[in-house]
């Protein structure tokens, strides 16, 4: 079918082929997630490595000073330290479960099987299957 035909009897202009051309936006979204990914990791990299200069410097201070508060605050950032590692394992966690949900198992293949023919045909099929 042509599309000056149908066009000609409707009266109509005929719709042009698009100019511009289509892009598949799965490459940019996971573009962005490793962006994402990377970014978060740097931050908490860098959260991490100044924590441990802090605390090094917190800990020099509570010894010398000997105050409950000091050891309290020494106390409270290994606390919130500990959490942040947590937090960067959980993140490469996450990574690997999103591309997990991105890229199905190429392990699982389905086999479907069409018989067509009647019950009788299938029944006889399966007797001489059973028989040899």
Same mark, same amino acid.
């Given at each position: 079918?042509?599309?000056?035909?149908?066009?000609?009897?409707?009266?109509?202009? @005929?719709?042009? %082929?698009?100019?511009?051309?289509?892009?598949?936006?799965? @490459?940019? $979204?996971?573009?962005?997630?490793?962006?994402?990914?990377?970014?978060?990791?740097?931050?908490?990299?860098?959260?991490? %490595?100044?924590?441990?200069?802090?605390?090094?410097?917190?800990?020099?201070?509570?010894?010398?000073?000997?105050?409950?508060?000091?050891? %309290?605050?020494?106390?409270?950032? $290994?606390?919130?330290?500990?959490?942040?590692?947590?937090?960067?394992?959980? /993140?490469?966690?996450?990574?690997?479960? /999103?591309?997990?949900?991105?890229? @199905?198992?190429?392990?699982?293949?389905?086999?479907?099987?069409?018989?067509?023919?009647?019950?009788?045909? /299938?029944?006889?099929?399966?007797?001489?299957?059973?028989?040899?």
């Amino acid at each position: 079918m042509s599309n000056d035909k149908i066009s000609k009897s409707l009266g109509i202009e @005929p719709i042009k %082929e698009p100019v511009g051309k289509i892009i598949d936006a799965m @490459p940019i $979204i996971h573009a962005e997630k490793n962006d994402d990914y990377e970014y978060a990791r740097r931050n908490l990299y860098d959260i991490i %490595e100044k924590g441990n200069d802090a605390l090094e410097h917190i800990v020099d201070i509570a010894k010398q000073s000997e105050s409950a508060r000091a050891f %309290e605050v020494v106390t409270n950032l $290994i606390k919130t330290m500990a959490e942040t590692n947590k937090d960067l394992l959980n /993140l490469a966690k996450a990574k690997k479960d /999103l591309e997990k949900i991105e890229k @199905p198992s190429e392990n699982n293949v389905t086999n479907n099987n069409l018989f067509v023919g009647s019950s009788a045909e /299938l029944l006889k099929m399966i007797k001489d299957k059973a028989n040899g």
